[in-house]
């Protein structure tokens, strides 16, 4: 079983900057694919960024240029780097895990078997 614990949210003025941090423990394994989604209340959760076991990574358009995801294996640690933040960032921000080694196979909410309880970032105009 993984355990997934995100930090890091808060409120910032429009073209802040915030770092969130995922922590695991647990079987974690050697290796896998994680993301980083968000939810609006009453839209569905969007996967925004994810990094495979080779560390390839993927962004959504809307933040492509302003966020950047990472992971320190060593700490088992993923972190979303947000600059430039806009207020229609404002959402609940959730880490994930899957087993799969490449996110290739993992392209919906539904193919990630482990979730943060989410963190809240609210971006003011």
């Excluded at 290796?31 to 962004?59: H, L, M, N």
């Excluded at 302003?66 to 947000?82: C, E, G, P």
Aim: proline letters at 3%; aromatic letters at 10%; glycine letters at 12%.
């Amino acid at each position: 079983q993984v355990q997934l614990l995100e930090s890091g949210g808060g409120s910032v003025q429009a073209g802040g900057s915030l770092r969130l941090t995922c922590a695991a423990s647990g079987n974690t394994g050697t290796g896998y694919c994680a993301g980083w989604f968000r939810q609006v209340p009453g839209k569905e959760r969007e996967k925004i960024a994810d990094i495979s076991k080779d560390g390839t990574t993927t962004y959504a358009d809307s933040v492509k240029g302003r966020f950047t995801i990472s992971r320190d294996s060593a700490k088992n640690t993923l972190y979303l780097q947000m600059n430039a933040l806009k207020p229609e960032d404002t959402a609940m921000y959730y880490c994930a895990a899957t087993g799969f080694s490449s996110c290739r196979y993992a392209p919906w909410p539904s193919d990630f078997a482990h979730w943060g309880q989410g963190t809240q970032v609210t971006v003011s105009s």
